[in-house]
């Protein structure tokens, strides 16, 4: 089947514009995952979705980012009034969340602030 | 929260040398112990996990990693390295729930011809 789908996959934008990225779980994954990787860095949790319970929000590192995910399925992390410090790969992934369950990721999108 | 430490941001091994990349976690309850690889400008994919039973566990492209509850390690070894190695590898660690993964700095293996 259809792993995780990110779009876009490249996404160059000047500072101070906003960005959509989004994501495609696998279908039936309840459990879904944005994270952020910077460039020579780990990777930084931003948000979590667990089916229809409220999200946990806990790693957004500012009021400027935010997530939804609608229908339990497709999700978008925006970014508003980009800065240059945003520039990184923004990853998506999902789980069945059974446990034991590992993550499934996506490719990626690669975010250039100009 | 758990912490996971990756000793050596960087590694390098000849073709055909033993692999070893180290990975520590902190926790007092045996969690759920993952390695992913990522090649450039790709996702994370799942190598292998360790969940419950057999402390050595065996994963994809000749992996494997050996749980050690005593010394919170998990580290990932391959006998004979392969040019197609060379990639960015993360340890992760979950909770029971499997609600929250919390993931290691990575360590970048480079496999020297």
């Known amino acids: 089947g259809a792993g995780v789908s990110q779009s876009p996959s490249n996404k160059v934008t000047e500072k101070g514009k906003d960005v959509e990225l989004r994501c495609d779980p696998i279908?039936?994954?309840?459990?879904l995952y944005w994270y952020r990787q910077s460039l020579g860095q780990g990777l930084e949790f931003l948000i979590y979705f667990q089916g229809n319970s409220a999200p946990d929000k806990s790693g957004l590192p500012s009021d400027r980012f935010s997530a939804e995910r609608t229908g339990g399925s497709v999700s978008t992390l925006t970014i508003q009034r980009t800065q240059q410090e945003d520039s990184a790969v923004y990853l998506c992934?999902?789980?069945?969340?059974?446990?034991?369950?590992?993550?499934?990721f996506g490719n990626g999108t690669r975010l250039t602030v100009t | 929260a758990q912490s996971v430490t990756q000793l050596g941001s960087h590694v390098s091994v000849s073709e055909g040398a033993l692999v070893l990349l180290r990975c520590n976690y902190s926790s007092s309850v045996p969690p759920y112990l993952f390695w992913y690889v990522q090649y450039p400008n790709q996702g994370l994919q799942l190598l292998l996990k360790?969940?419950?039973?057999?402390?050595l566990v065996k994963g994809i492209n000749g992996f494997e990693a050996e749980f050690k509850k005593s010394e919170t390690s998990f580290h990932l070894t391959k006998p004979s390295a392969h040019m197609s190695d060379a990639a960015e590898y993360f340890c992760?660690?979950?909770?029971?729930?499997?609600?929250?993964?919390?993931f290691g700095t990575g360590t970048s293996l480079t496999v020297i011809p």
């Open positions: 992934a999902s789980s069945p969340r059974q446990g034991d369950s590992p993550l499934h």
């Open positions: 992760a660690v979950s909770d029971w729930t499997g609600n929250q993964f919390y």
């Open positions: 279908s039936g994954h309840t459990a």
């Open positions: 360790y969940t419950t039973g057999a402390t």
